[in-house]
């Protein structure tokens, strides 16, 4: 080839040079034939190559995703591809009822526990109460309700005829002896035997005798001295 070119416009310069010439292919399609080649080739040479890489099985390398059966996540495909989705269903209904029925069972064994639980607790109060009602028959706690506060009759002002109407009547004797002591007592000391106006005798203030203990009181006294010496 000769080439001729100018650098100004005044001299023209001519130049031969040699030019290799080359062959130019028509790209080929990436068909199924030629993938199928390419991985096939690419098998191959992870199957060959060294350099303390890991071997692996052939059906690893010809099927990575493929399961062994000794595997836990292992499927075959009749199972992979289940299509009974009425049994599905089913199944889950199964589950669902099941669940509900452990539900109600639990909720009835923990309503007959507290059943029993309450059972036991009215049980416990009425053997309670029955023991404390017997107490009160043997104490005769009960029957002091209708017993009057007083041991005589607010109607008669007469005594009862036991212990206590006793023992207040010895009381009673009591309080008015000690007001009569007391009544001469003052006269004597604030009055003398004579009256200033009339100078007559003053009259003294009857004093009676000191009522005595009767001797049921006494022998109360001593059998509850007698008790208390036991009780020590």
């Known amino acids: 080839f000769r080439v001729s070119f100018r650098l100004d416009h005044s001299y023209p310069i001519?130049?031969?040079?040699?030019?290799?010439?080359?062959?130019?292919?028509?790209?080929?399609?990436?068909?199924?034939?030629?993938?199928?080649?390419?991985?096939?080739?690419?098998?191959?040479?992870l199957?060959?190559?060294?350099?303390?890489?890991?071997?692996?099985?052939e059906d690893v390398l010809d099927n990575p995703f493929a399961t062994s059966p000794n595997a836990v996540g292992y499927m075959t495909d009749a199972e992979r591809f289940h299509s009974d989705t009425a049994g599905e269903e089913k199944l889950l209904r199964e589950k669902q009822r099941q669940r509900k029925q452990q539900e109600l069972?639990?909720?009835?064994?923990?309503q007959e526990l507290r059943d029993f639980a309450r059972y036991r607790r009215m049980q416990e109060k009425a053997e309670a109460e029955a023991k404390q009602v017997e107490q009160w028959r043997q104490d005769?706690?009960?029957?002091?309700?209708?017993k009057q506060s007083v041991p005589y009759n607010p109607i008669t002002m007469q005594y009862n005829d036991d212990l206590d109407g006793e023992r207040l009547r010895h009381q009673d004797q009591n309080i008015m002896y000690r007001a009569k002591v007391r009544s001469e007592l003052l006269n004597q000391k604030s009055n003398s035997e004579y009256n200033p106006i009339t100078g007559a005798k003053m009259h003294h203030v009857h004093v009676p005798p000191r009522p005595k203990t009767p001797e049921s009181l006494k022998q109360s006294k001593r059998n509850s001295l007698l008790l208390d010496k036991y009780k020590q």
Do not use: W
Request: hydrophobic share 25%; with cysteine; proline share 2%.
């Open 140 to 146: 005769g706690v009960k029957s002091k309700a209708n």
């Open 14 to 45: 001519m130049l031969q040079t040699n030019v290799r010439l080359q062959r130019n292919l028509a790209p080929s399609g990436r068909g199924k034939a030629h993938r199928q080649e390419c991985e096939r080739m690419e098998k191959e040479r």
């Open 47 to 57: 199957k060959m190559r060294s350099q303390n890489y890991l071997r692996e099985d």
């Open 105 to 110: 069972a639990y909720k009835r064994e923990q």
